[in-house]
């Protein structure tokens, strides 16, 4: 079955720093794709990297890149020179592809980051 | 403005009622879901639509009724409202794309206590 966990509820991280969240994953389907969200305490959700099941080479995004290790099934999420602006609720989701019939889209339960000053 | 909104931000309501939280969207995505996100629980999809009259049951399904008559709207019904039900509903868009690599787009939220 479909199964996003992330492990860590909370992490800390001083300002300027690198941090890696992580994310594992278990699907049955060969073809899926990996998100990672960003919810602010303001509350809206915001798209920070992507990366698919058949991508040879980790996704990169400015300071958001994913470490995805497909034999692992896991896509963790690392966050160079941290800004206080990084504190927020992240979440890492995987969509199915057509062998599983639906692309149903799950998240994990989320890992809150602080960064300290 | 294109985009996609919820309403009602917030809603207070008691247990029985009947009480339906609207989802419109403007980009005429294909793909829309209902989420609930509760503390320690992450964003748990309650339903998702893969076009119009297209629905499909997500992993929290039970209590929860939804419809898409027109590719812009997907309302969430609750059929009969419980305290298990309090929590923020997050209305979600998205396009395919190749290999699935379209982002979701999600409403601001919808607030939802039940006394």
């Known amino acids: 079955a479909q199964k996003i966990t992330q492990t860590q509820p909370g992490m800390f991280v001083q300002e300027k720093e690198a941090v890696t969240l992580d994310c594992t994953y278990d699907?049955?389907?060969?073809?899926?794709?990996l998100f990672w969200y960003k919810q602010p305490s303001s509350g809206e959700m915001i798209f920070l990297i992507y990366?698919?099941?058949?991508?040879?080479q980790n996704a990169t995004e400015g300071r958001y890149s994913l470490n995805f290790q497909k034999a692992r099934k896991s896509a963790n999420l690392v966050i160079s020179a941290s800004q206080l602006g990084d504190s927020a609720m992240y979440f890492c989701?995987?969509?199915?592809?057509?062998?599983?019939?639906?692309?149903?889209?799950?998240f994990g339960a989320g890992t809150r980051l602080f960064v300290k000053a | 403005d294109a985009g996609i909104t919820q309403s009602p931000r917030y809603k207070i309501t008691e247990t029985g009622r009947q009480v339906t939280l609207m989802c419109h969207q403007t980009?005429?995505?294909?793909?829309m879901f209902w989420y609930r996100q509760d503390l320690g629980h992450g964003l748990r999809l309650i339903y998702y639509?893969?076009?119009?009259?297209?629905?499909d049951k997500g992993e929290v399904p039970d209590g929860y009724v939804v419809s898409r008559s027109k590719t812009e709207n997907f309302p969430l019904t609750l059929e009969s409202a419980t305290r298990s039900q309090t929590s923020v509903y997050f209305c979600?868009?998205?396009?395919?794309?190749?290999?699935?690599?379209?982002?979701?787009?999600f409403g601001d939220g919808t607030r939802l206590s039940i006394l």
């Open positions: 979600a868009s998205s396009e395919l794309g190749a290999y699935s690599n379209q982002p979701q787009h």
């Open positions: 699907t049955s389907d060969p073809s899926y794709g």
């Open positions: 990366q698919g099941s058949y991508d040879q």
């Open positions: 989701a995987m969509r199915e592809g057509p062998e599983t019939g639906g692309f149903k889209t799950i």
């Open positions: 980009w005429s995505h294909s793909y």
């Open positions: 639509s893969a076009a119009a009259d297209i629905t």
